[in-house]
Nanobody, 124 residues
């Protein structure tokens, strides 16, 4: 089992920045691909970004490419999402997810473990 706990959400004005963190515990963190997803009210959960277990491959949704950066710290067993130039349409609950695979999936159903989510609200 892997336990994931997100933090760092909040309220920010458009154009501002936030940094989300996901603390992982349980099975070896280093062997898992980690992803971030988000879900806005009335919408389906959507892929945001993911990073391979080795850290050598990162994948982003087109809507956040160039603004968001995913990274992982093996010593602290955390994965972070730096979000810059935030837009009102980025408002959502953001979830951290993990899966034991060498690939970097974009589909939420491929992930086995999920955090409880953290709210990000961007005001215009």
């Amino acid at each position: 089992q892997v336990q994931l706990v997100e933090s760092g959400g909040g309220l920010v004005q458009a154009g501002g920045s936030l940094r989300l963190s996901c603390a992982a515990s349980g099975r070896p963190f280093s062997s898992y691909t980690m992803g971030w997803f988000r879900q806005a009210p009335g919408k389906e959960r959507e892929f945001v970004a993911a990073i391979r277990w080795s850290g050598d491959i990162t994948v982003y949704a087109d809507s956040v490419k160039g603004r968001f950066t995913i990274s992982r710290d093996y010593a602290k067993t955390t994965v972070s999402l730096q979000m810059n130039n935030l837009k009102p349409e980025d408002t959502a609950v953001y979830y951290c997810a993990a899966v034991d695979t060498i690939s970097v999936p974009r589909i939420s159903g491929r992930y086995d473990y999920w955090g409880q989510g953290t709210q990000v609200t961007v005001s215009s």
